[in-house]
């Protein structure tokens, strides 16, 4: 029993400790580097909520989002063919860390 109890912690710290990387590739809301974002989002066209240009950020630099990243962008005028992929193209430029 004991080692069934060791063996599901250590599995979850070292799960927490692979996730840790990826928590903090992209910049938090409130921070220098997330205002810096949200100018290069400015500068290039795109002026989004900081909820949504968080998780366009998420989308562009780690993948995975779920839910209706497409419909959000839409409802704030990321409209067209390609829009989506060129305000992806942006949030990488300024909010993915440098690989």
Same mark, same amino acid.
């Given at each position: 029993? *004991?080692?069934? $109890?060791?063996? &599901?912690?250590?599995?979850? $710290? $070292? ?6 990387? &990826? #928590?903090?590739?992209?910049? =938090? ?5 997330? =205002?810096?974002?949200?100018?290069? +989002?400015?500068? /290039?066209?795109? /002026? +989004? /909520?900081? =909820? ?20 959000? +962008?839409? #409802? ?12 992806? =193209?942006? #949030?990488? *430029?300024?909010?993915?860390? $440098?690989?």
């Amino acid at each position: 029993m *004991k080692r069934r $109890v060791a063996a &599901t912690l250590f599995a979850a $710290v $070292v799960t927490a400790l692979s996730l840790a990387g &990826t #928590a903090h590739a992209i910049p =938090d809301q409130g921070t220098p580097a997330f =205002d810096a974002y949200l100018q290069g +989002l400015q500068r /290039n066209g795109y /002026n +989004l /909520n900081p =909820d949504t240009a968080w998780r366009v950020a998420h989308q562009a630099c780690i993948g995975g989002i779920p839910g209706y990243i497409g419909l959000e +962008l839409a #409802a704030q005028g990321v409209i067209g063919p390609g829009a989506q992929e060129r305000v992806f =193209d942006v #949030a990488r *430029k300024y909010a993915c860390p $440098v690989q």
